[in-house]
């Protein structure tokens, strides 16, 4: 396996991506979902939807609900109520790692890198859902198990040099700076050629000029033909996504253009409100 | 299967299973405490009736002096611990593992040093109320078993006011809680923990006191109660140690039940088994609410 | 360290684990042979806790159902060694995977609790199923393993069976842990919620593993029986278990080699004790209690650490 035959599978993953933009149904619907803890209605009937191949951002001020609907979203917590559709079938009540294998990559406000392995070990990761060796098989050391881990290296490798993670490589990932585990997970989850990409507040903790950087790398990320929905409060970053949905107070109060957004009375009301 | 028997096995279950809680609420009130689990809790019992029966034996002490004393020693063993075994540890990193691995060996050693010290004779206590019975129905139950109950419940009921309004218990949740914020409100956290294994010590010790009439004392009996124990902890629920009365009583009335049902040699299958489907079935204890699995 | 080096310190090792059953007396060698038999078994036991932080106390009930399966096929029913291995390991696999299935959902301390009540259960059913397992009275005669007519008849040769199996199954694992599911095992000790958003089975991988740590019970287990031609209940109680795990803890479960430490100790050492008269198991218990102090990470990593020292300067 070389850098080539890498190089070749990166650019499969885009042509697929491009066909996958090319449908008409949103490729993440979410319908009609509310959720409430104890007596607090943190949701209440969200319904919007990210199309194939596009940048989309869903903002909101903080306590808005944005966590809550990630979480459910991403499977981490079942929503009392309505559904969410994946490209094309209902994974409301799918366990995380099956929403995982079907291309739902999700990040975490805080990294979570797998702190004991090192930098090059979490991005190797990343490959895990494509391949299929047996625990048996990488007992026996079979030729599958050896040419994955020949893959494993190779992809881990070429993304470590995309995304700027060649000086780190060998680090425990939990020695790594902040904002380079964020670079880690991002790397990881690209890893895994995901369908569609979920940001969750990437840019907590970063300062401007890394919020800059963060942005372009996402552009080229979309650019490349992966859809990408972002969760932040913070609009800086935002304003690269195509289309905004404005959460506040449990529901949505705005979508549209970022420029047409910002214009909105009620979502200038609900951030000055915070503000 | 008759009343009376059943009646009986009810009630000798019920003793048990008082003395599983105890040395389960010394488990779990530990853990609770220190994140510990205490693997010699039942060696805690061990050193009470140890301690009991050498001063009753040995020394003519009467009775109450000698239970009294016996229980107090079970809260220094627990405090010389903590500070002669488990801080060491603490201070070089141990983890969860290697502090039960920490308790396991101190297990075997007190295990050890009262075959070395005593020997392989079991020693019985005089019971509270002597050999007198209670008959309720047609089933008897001894005395001292009705004592022992009231003991555990009155235990049970003095911890819960310990920890929700003494300012001594208050303190040592909040250091359990939370260590850092503890610290900074001026609470002596290493000494909350040192005072935990010391309460688990004397629970431990009570617990041996009061099972020491019903069962020999004998220098191996701390591991079987400790399995107990920590069967009943779990089963209601690390995060509220009253629980582990719960816990106790309900195991030892399915094992006595499983006695009666079908045979003694099968009772602690019948029990285990019984065990492993409510885990399943209420992962968070029987008791509890909704916490962390598992503790 | 440079490859001749290298090669040198291996040779010398392997120099020395081959003359040692010929210059220690047999006593000495009959304990390594047993300590050769705990290193495998608590290898299972140190894998699991060490990847997927499973405390396991119901190996003993797998190491007991591989001696008892050797026993009958190969006592009772006069058919060779290999059928008796595969039967316990396909059993113990079974059972494992049976039980482990709902079990392996529980997490903590619920599941340290339900392996220990299956060791409890193991131990009953041995001793109240005497019908198949002979109760306290055991069974005995089982042949030696004996291919080809030479057989593994003393402390010496089974040394030189015991520790090759020991040293392949070392291998296997240190396979295992350098592959995609042993990456994926890390990984899923370090973030579970990270892993499972990369869609890593977590739940199937302890399955797997917890399997597989049971047919290394089950191997060692008769493994044990032809050696000893002799099996019964007390071989195989929750204090065997105990022992298993303490092994694993003392020789440190995130290397491969560890439980070899930990199982020389559990062996060796007792032994060299008990010329102490009755104190011995106490000195025991405090040697124990020392080691797990000094070295919070086991032998093993203790080792380990001493190693990447020493490398770094």
Redesign the interface.
């Known amino acids: 396996m070389t850098a080539e035959m890498a190089a070749e599978m990166t650019a499969e993953m885009t042509a697929e991506m491009s066909m996958a933009a090319q449908t008409a149904d949103p490729l993440l619907q979410v319908r009609q979902i509310s959720h409430s803890f104890g007596g607090l209605h943190v949701l209440r009937g969200v319904d919007f939807g990210v199309p194939a191949g596009s940048l989309t951002g869903l903002i909101g001020p903080n306590g808005a609900g944005k966590s809550t609907l990630f979480n459910i979203i991403s499977g981490f917590l079942p929503p009392q109520r309505g559904s969410v559709r994946f490209d094309g079938r209902d994974i409301t009540r799918d366990p995380v790692r099956t929403r995982a294998r079907a291309g739902l990559v999700r990040t975490f406000q805080t990294p979570k890198v797998f702190g004991k392995l090192s930098v090059r070990e979490n991005l190797m990761v990343g490959c895990h859902r494509h391949l299929a060796s047996g625990v048996a098989g990488n007992m026996l050391r079979s030729r599958r198990s050896r040419a994955e881990m020949e893959l494993m290296h190779a992809q881990a490798a070429q993304a470590g040099e995309r995304f700027g993670l060649s000086e780190v490589m060998e680090r425990p990932a939990g020695q790594v700076p902040a904002g380079m585990q964020r670079l880690v997970e991002l790397a990881r989850g690209c890893l895994s050629r995901p369908r569609l990409l979920m940001l969750d507040e990437p840019s907590s903790g970063l300062n401007t000029t890394e919020i800059g950087q963060l942005r372009e790398l996402l552009q080229r990320l979309n650019r490349e033909g992966i859809t990408i929905l972002l969760v932040s409060h913070d609009m800086q970053l935002v304003d690269v996504a195509s289309r905004v949905h404005v959460l506040c107070f449990g529901s949505i109060i705005a979508s549209g253009a970022m420029a047409q957004i910002k214009q909105d009375e009620r979502v200038r009301q609900a951030y000055l409100g915070f503000q | 299967m008759s009343l009376s028997l059943l009646l009986q096995s009810v009630l000798s279950g019920l003793t048990n299973g008082f003395v599983y809680g105890l040395v389960g609420l010394g488990l779990a009130s530990i853990f609770r405490g220190t994140r510990i689990?205490n693997a010699m809790q039942g060696d805690f019992a061990l050193i009470g009736g140890i301690t009991a029966a050498l001063l009753l034996e040995r020394f003519g002490w009467p009775m109450a002096p000698a239970f009294a004393a016996a229980v107090a020693i079970g809260g220094i063993a627990g405090w010389l611990m903590e500070v002669a075994?488990v801080r060491?540890?603490r201070r070089?990193?141990?983890?969860e593992?290697?502090y039960?691995?920490?308790t396991?060996?101190?297990a075997?050693?007190v295990?050890?040093?009262a075959?070395?010290v005593f020997g392989r004779d079991s020693h019985t206590l005089p019971g509270i109320g002597g050999e007198s019975i209670v008959v309720i129905g047609d089933a008897a139950i001894r005395t001292h078993s009705v004592w022992l109950i009231a003991i555990s419940l009155a235990v049970m009921g003095a911890l819960r006011l310990f920890f929700a309004r003494t300012a001594l218990g208050l303190s040592m949740m909040a250091a359990a809680l939370d260590a850092d914020g503890a610290l900074t409100t001026g609470i002596n956290v290493p000494l909350m923990r040192t005072l935990t294994f010391a309460l688990g010590g004397l629970i431990g010790g009570l617990a041996g006191v009061l099972v020491g009439p019903l069962v020999n004392v004998y220098f191996d009996m701390g591991?079987l109660l400790t399995?107990k124990g920590?069967?009943a902890a779990?089963l209601g629920g690390?995060a509220n140690p009253m629980g582990a009365i719960v816990g106790g009583v309900t195991l030892g009335l399915l094992e006595s039940l499983a006695i009666v049902m079908v045979s003694s040699?099968?009772k602690?299958?019948i029990a285990?088994?019984i065990?492993?489907v409510i885990?399943?079935a209420m992962?968070n204890g029987l008791l509890g609410r909704r916490l962390r699995?598992?503790? | 360290m440079p490859p001749l080096s290298r090669v040198l310190m291996w040779g010398i090792a392997f120099a020395v684990w081959a003359a040692l059953p010929f210059v220690a007396t047999r006593h000495i060698v009959d304990l390594l042979v047993f300590a050769g038999l705990y290193a495998i078994a608590g290898l299972g036991v140190a894998f699991l806790l060490g990847q997927c932080g499973i405390v396991s106390l119901a190996q003993s009930v797998f190491y007991g159902i591989g001696a008892y399966c050797t026993a009958w096929f190969c006592a009772h029913q006069a058919l060779p060694s290999p059928v008796g291995i595969a039967a316990g390991i396909a059993l113990s696999t079974g059972i494992a995977a049976l039980v482990g299935w709902p079990i392996l959902r529980l997490s903590g301390h619920f599941l340290a609790l339900a392996t220990l009540a299956l060791g409890i259960i193991g131990q009953v059913l041995f001793l109240e199923w005497d019908g198949i397992t002979g109760g306290t009275l055991g069974i005995g005669g089982i042949p030696r393993i004996a291919p080809f007519g030479f057989a593994f008849d003393t402390p010496l040769r089974f040394y030189f069976l015991v520790w090759p199996i020991a040293l392949l199954l070392l291998v296997l694992h240190h396979n295992l842990l350098h592959s995609r599911n042993g990456l994926a095992l890390r990984a899923m000790r370090d973030s579970p919620e990270a892993a499972a958003a990369l869609g890593v089975d977590i739940h199937k991988l302890k399955v797997q593993i917890f399997v597989l740590s049971a047919a290394l019970g089950s191997a060692a287990g008769s493994l044990f029986a032809h050696y000893v031609t002799f099996v019964s209940v007390d071989s195989f109680s929750i204090d065997r278990a105990i022992s298993f795990l303490l092994l694993a803890v003392l020789g440190g479960v995130y290397t491969v080699w560890g439980p070899v430490l930990g199982a020389l100790f559990i062996t060796v050492l007792p032994q060299w004790l008990s010329r102490l008269g009755d104190i011995h198991a106490l000195v025991f218990a405090a040697a124990l209690i020392a080691a797990v102090i000094l070295l919070p990470e086991g032998f093993g990593g203790a080792i380990r650490k001493w190693w990447h020292a020493r490398v770094a300067k």
């Open positions: 689990i075994l060491p540890l070089r990193g141990g983890s593992d290697s039960l691995l920490l396991l060996g101190v075997f050693a295990s050890a040093l075959l070395y591991l399995l920590f069967a779990i690390l040699g099968y602690d299958v285990m088994a065990l492993i885990m399943i992962p699995k598992g503790g």
